[in-house]
């Protein structure tokens, strides 16, 4: 059976813009030879690289990947709107295109008018358009608007009027790029089900998306793009995993990083006391008057000190990035320079707005301070994070009993939290919901 999209080892090549080897003109160019061929690597941008797969009809397929990674590219190629420089590609049936906001719309004529220049660019007659106008213009919401120039409308009414065409002309291939964001969420449950209605009339969708629950739900096929190259495809929840692993392992390269680039920072620019005069200046050892308005930063007398930290995951590994539900394990390395017999370890928990979450210490839980010298190490467990997605910061610290600071961490440590569960504030707590017999709900696949 004949696929509705086939594309064949596509590669999309643009020049980069810079002054030098510019051709003055279109003629010069062509007497010249090739306008990308003979440019350098450093003068070429490969938006596509070897991209192959196929559509089958009927097929609802999901393309995914960071912002830059060749999505919108691809689309542009199935479209037609730009060719590719190497490769083939061919669709089967009508091509109805929802690629950019308001492509195609004149701003300074109406949208009624701008319905049947769009329908007719489409492949639709005048009289087929006629026939339709009044379902597109309901679909779009725009009854009130439909006469006012475009250039009057706002992002969401683009959008909802470009949609409202370009499912309305019966294509056979729809393509679709990330427009649905700015759509409210009564018009964005109108589009997915217009969606479903597609799909049970067996036509084909090619979708580019950065939701990837959309993805999974009403995809049958994906693609995983990254940096014009295929990684996955095939499965969408197969491709939507790996996607997943892969933005996590970046995040938490970046997490790292930060925090590195932190800690430097905290431990140059903390006031030095010699850790072998306890009775050293307390004035360069006090905390900030109000903890919770202080910025990140160390400070301490450093006669106990925390030499390393790192966040421990279930595997046992440090990282940065966690999933709701997980354990995590503080781990602090300590050196008291001298036996000490008066010190507090503690630990706070703050959000990415500075909103304290949680704050302990062995003081406050009853642990009573005997001794410590040398080296060693402080281990705070935590058994689940019951926290909702975001990220969190850290505070740690050693201290006398009267608070007097030791060494001090102040919002130097960083993780990340990730859950497929969309929930509002920062603590996710344990619940259950239990129904009466005449109230029902049907659980959604996972």
Known sequence: MTPAIDIVNVSKIYRRYARRKQFATLKSALLKGSLVRDLQPDETFPALRGVSFQVPKGCTYGIIGR???GKS????CVAGITRPSEGHIQVDGRISALIELGAGFHPEISGRENVFINGIMLGLSKREIARRFDEIVEFAELEAFIDAPVK?????????LGFAVAVHVDPDVLLVDEVLAVGDQGFTHKCLDKFADFRRRNKTILLVTHSLDLVEKFCDRALWLDQGKTRAEGDPRRSVASYIVDVERAEEQQLA???GTRVAQAVSEAPMVSPLLPEGPVELAEAPADMFRATEGRW??????ITAVSLVGPDGEPGHVFH???SMEVRLKVRAHQPMRDFVFGFGLFNSDGVCCYGTNTNLE??????IAGEGEVRFQIESLKLVEGTYKIDLAVHRMDGYPYDYHRLLYAFRVKSRTKDMGIYRVDHRWTFTKNIRFTAKPV
């Open 73 to 76: 590219t691809l689309l542009k």
């Open 152 to 160: 009057t409308y706002s992002s969401g009414m683009y959008m909802r």
């Open 67 to 69: 912002n830059g990674s």
């Open 300 to 305: 301490g007398s450093r006669e106990i000190e």
């Open 324 to 326: 709701t539900g997980e």
């Open 257 to 259: 990083k930060d925090e």
């Open 366 to 371: 009853d642990l009573e301070a005997s001794d």
